[in-house]
T-cell receptor, first 112, second 111 residues
Framework: EPEVTQTPSHQVTQMGQEVILRCVPI?????FYWYRQILGQKVEFLVS????????KSEIFDDQFSVERPDGSNFTLKIRSTKLEDSAMYFC??????????FGPGTRLTVT | ELKVEQNPLFLSMQEGKNYTIYCNYS?????LYWYRQDPGKSLESLFV?????AVKQEGRLMASLDTKARLSTLHITAAVHDLSATYFC???????????FGKGTRLHILP
């Protein structure tokens, strides 16, 4: 069964560094999402992406964040200058329609 | 602003019992999701509810939606230990791809 994959599973970075989190959505899906979950807390929406552009973004998704779908298969989240409070689990999700979302296994980002 | 409230946030129950988790939301919505999350794992989609009166069932779990009351319920029948997990409801606003999650209900089923 096809599934969303994410790499790396765990990323440790120093404050102020740039990180890129990678996701490979399910191949025929058209809708793509990033969420984050700070340890033990609720899941927070970051951004949705459809038709090669951002369709919605949250207040968390400020100028430090960007997304790309560089080659038609990968979907990346870049954080330009990481802060301690960016430490979280980052989940990618994809869907064939806007009514479904299949989540990847997540990338644990630790900012030191 | 769309707000999603779940209760209870923590539930400990005996195997074999029935219980209901409630999800209230603050503005009109065109879809409501229920997810399961095991510790340290990703989110597993359980149900998507799209219309008033929608009811879906899978095994011992049944979800329903009342859009007029802005309320969804997740009912657990004859709980078993394997259902121990955190359950999230999530809601999107009409024609909006932004999805807001509740805080989750941590369900612990005692054998």
């Amino acid at each position: 069964e096809p599934e969303v994959t994410q790499t790396p599973s765990h990323q440790v970075t120093q404050m102020g560094q740039e990180v890129i989190l990678r996701c490979v959505p399910i191949s025929n899906h058209l809708y793509f999402y990033w969420y984050r979950q700070i340890l033990g807390q609720k899941v927070e929406f970051l951004v949705s992406f459809y038709n090669n552009e951002i369709s919605e973004k949250s207040e968390i998704f400020d100028d430090q964040f960007s997304v790309e779908r560089p080659d038609g298969s990968n979907f990346t989240l870049k954080i330009r200058s990481t802060k301690l409070e960016d430490s979280a689990m980052y989940f990618c999700a994809s869907g064939q329609t806007s009514y479904e979302q299949y989540f990847g296994p997540g990338t644990r980002l630790t900012v030191t | 602003e769309l707000k999603v409230e779940q209760n209870p946030l923590f539930l400990s129950m005996q195997e074999g019992k029935n219980y209901t988790i409630y999800c209230n939301y603050s503005t009109t919505s065109d879809r409501l999701y229920w997810y399961r999350q095991d510790p340290g794992k990703s989110l597993e989609s359980l149900f998507v509810l799209l219309s008033n009166g929608a009811v879906k069932q899978e095994g011992r779990l049944m979800a329903s939606l009342d859009t007029k009351a802005r309320l969804s319920t997740l009912h657990i029948t004859a709980a078993v230990h394997d259902l121990s997990a955190t359950y999230f409801c999530a809601v999107s606003m009409n024609r909006d791809d932004k999805i807001i999650f509740g805080k989750g209900t941590r369900l612990h089923i005692l054998p």
